[in-house]
């Protein structure tokens, strides 16, 4: 091309830029609707059933706007309902900034599906509220069923629901879109849809039918639910950056005193969260990239005392594949452990090959993550971080079982039951950082196995506070971490290991991850005087006495002696070393005097523990032995 062609072209080039850029709003409509219907009034008539549209009949209702979509051609779609209602509709409140339409009719006069590439946009009303949906739908207190999305590719966008008597949205198709809406709240966010904090919704807010895939709920709101905040039933569905459980500002209101939610059952004062979320289908997607981790907190029912607190996620046996990533349970938006009052992550019904990754579990009622089932294997859980400050629940109702950071029910086949967590064998602590060594769980041999290691408080409580390091064990399956921070004296590591294969331990498949490990601290060393004093006459020997808070593993203490006595003249020579078997808490040195005939003063044996890196100085890391002479 030579030059002047050249130019040409990319004039023209730039032309066409510069028109689609400056007229790009106009041109992305056009080529995402064929239709835009748009909604002009709060009112609503069941009468019109299903026949007026905003063609023939004005005002332009959502009623009529649902209907006329129905009529439409596929020649017609996709068609987008939006809105344009004025301030001076009856129905505005100009303190929130909102419009509500009241549904008029009962369950018998339901409003028509949204059959196929039709989108409800209430982000498109202007003005309103920045914080929240402007289009509020109200079912009436139950007597009216909610949207139903059939025939594919519809979209619900920026509307709030509440108030309805099963689902807020049905959906029996695939590819739909619920986005940004709010399910179960109160027109302001900061109540129930009741008006109150007590009063749940009998129903549910997003249930996807079985058979119905590839749907995406991102960036709702849902709290107060009897039945579910949503349930996927379909594969390849995605539920992604929501909160449910709370206001909508993300906060859970506490009784003053309390830090988090209390769980107290029979009050009837305490915030009801309602229910959380179920997966039944394989494939689906519950978070994932940080931008779509959900919030579950706050979640409760004033249920009877011989009820369980449902969990925020369950998951059936039938969610193959299913992946929960990155997901706060427990903890809202605002970094507050708010707890919810069930378990956090149910896997009782036995699914198999189901990844739990990177989420943060914390103050559950109940189990964090429960395992319960004939089976269950494939079951991938790494770099998760649970906490919980009083000791886990023991056995509920007829469960044999008691509850724990991670809880094995009783029907959990011996293969994972007793595949063992990797092992540490010393913990080196340093200037630059940790070293921490390791090798198979007792009686596995886990060769290049996925070894992941967990800081711990310390404190009696089983949890994986945050996630240190991971690494490949060798084919002998031993292994090494380093991370280049020192270990608080008061904390401890825990460990995970998950098989590569399903051939490394009998009866696991690929990707199968053990439960936590016991704690191992670093050892806090003492030395005591047990017998404080050595006498020449008859050769009694005076005895140091070591002490290690923890006796997880082997372990050598190094120490200096000093004092008035003379080693090899006045008393045998210590060694300047004790060394402790695993399982062994404390070790004795002898002082052992030799008997003389020099007329000499008493005289003193002093040891000090000399500081290393594979263990910490308790308060006592010196003492003496006196040695009494006889002449």
């Not at 639910?225 to 379909?234: I, M, P, Q, R």
């Not at 931008?291 to 579950?296: L, T």
């Not at 509920?396 to 086949?413: L, R």
Request: aromatic letters at 8%; charged letters at 15%; a positive charge.
């Amino acid at each position: 091309m030579n030059r002047k062609y050249f130019l040409v072209f990319a004039m023209a080039l730039l032309a066409c830029f510069l028109i689609s850029s400056s007229t790009g709003v106009v041109r992305q409509a056009q080529a995402a609707y064929v239709t835009e219907i748009t909604v002009d009034s709060t009112e609503d008539w069941y009468a019109d059933g299903n026949s007026k549209t905003c063609i023939s009949d004005t005002p332009c209702t959502l009623r009529r706007a649902i209907n006329q979509a129905y009529q439409l051609t596929a020649g017609e779609r996709p068609v987008l309902i939006k809105f344009a209602i004025p301030t001076s509709d009856a129905n505005y409140d100009s303190t929130l900034g909102t419009w509500k339409i009241t549904l008029t009719g009962t369950t018998s006069n339901p409003l028509r599906d949204l059959n196929g590439q039709v989108t409800i946009d209430g982000t498109t009303q202007i003005p309103g509220r920045t914080n929240g949906p402007k289009i509020i739908i109200d079912g009436q207190k139950a007597k009216n069923y909610g949207l139903v999305l059939r025939y594919n590719s519809n979209v619900v966008k920026g509307v709030a629901m509440q108030n309805f008597k099963t689902q807020h949205i049905s959906i029996s198709s695939s590819s739909n879109t619920v986005q940004s809406c709010w399910f179960g709240l109160s027109d302001n966010g900061q109540t129930l849809s009741s008006g109150d904090e007590v009063t749940y919704e009998g129903g549910s807010g997003v249930v996807v039918a079985a058979g119905c895939n590839n749907n995406t709920i991102r960036g709702s709101k849902f709290a107060g639910f009897w039945g579910t905040a949503c349930s996927l039933n379909g594969t390849g569905n995605v539920f992604a950056a929501n909160r449910i459980g709370m206001r909508a500002d993300g906060t859970v209101p506490l009784p003053s005193s309390f830090t988090k939610h209390p769980c107290i059952r029979g009050t009837g004062e305490l915030w009801v969260g309602g229910v959380g979320m179920t997966v039944a289908g394989p494939n689906n997607r519950v978070g994932g990239v940080v931008a779509d981790r959900n919030y579950f907190a706050g979640l409760f029912l004033d249920l009877s005392p011989t009820s369980t607190q449902s969990p925020a996620i369950k998951v059936f046996n039938d969610a193959r594949g299913t992946i929960i990533k990155n997901n706060y349970i427990g903890v809202t938006p605002g970094n507050k452990n708010m707890g919810v009052c069930g378990r956090g992550i149910d896997l009782g019904s036995a699914p198999d090959d189901v990844q739990v990754l990177n989420n943060t579990i914390s103050e559950t009622g109940l189990s964090a993550i429960l395992m319960n089932g004939p089976g269950i294997d494939g079951v991938t859980i790494q770099q998760n971080v649970i906490k919980r400050q009083e000791q886990w629940p023991g056995k509920q109702g007829d469960n044999g079982f008691p509850e724990g950071a991670i809880a094995y029910g009783d029907k959990v086949d011996d293969a994972l039951r007793y595949f063992k967590p990797a092992a540490i064998t010393s913990i080196s602590v340093g200037a630059s950082g940790t070293t921490v060594k390791g090798a198979s769980g007792a009686g596995d041999t886990c060769e290049n196995c996925t070894v992941e290691v967990f800081l711990d408080d310390g404190d009696a409580v089983k949890e994986c506070t945050k996630f240190m390091k991971r690494v490949t064990a060798g084919s002998d399956g031993k292994w090494t971490a380093f991370f280049p921070t020192p270990l608080p004296a008061s904390q401890g590591l825990r460990t995970m290991s998950t098989v590569p294969d399903g051939f490394t331990i009998t009866g696991l498949k690929k990707g199968t991850t053990s439960n936590i490990s016991g704690l191992y601290k670093v050892p806090k060393v003492s030395v005591t005087a047990s017998t404080p004093k050595a006498y020449e006459a008859g050769a009694k020997a005076g005895v140091f006495k070591f002490t290690r808070d923890v006796s997880w593993g082997p372990l050598t203490v190094y120490y200096t002696v000093l004092g008035s006595a003379k080693a090899g003249i006045d008393y045998y020579a210590l060694s300047g070393k004790v060394s402790f078997p695993a399982g062994v808490a404390s070790k004795t040195v002898q002082v052992k005097p030799k008997n003389d005939t020099t007329n000499e003063n008493n005289e003193t044996v002093k040891v000090t523990i000399t500081d290393k890196p594979t263990y910490n100085l308790g308060s006592r890391y010196s003492a003496i032995v006196t040695i009494i002479d006889n002449d």
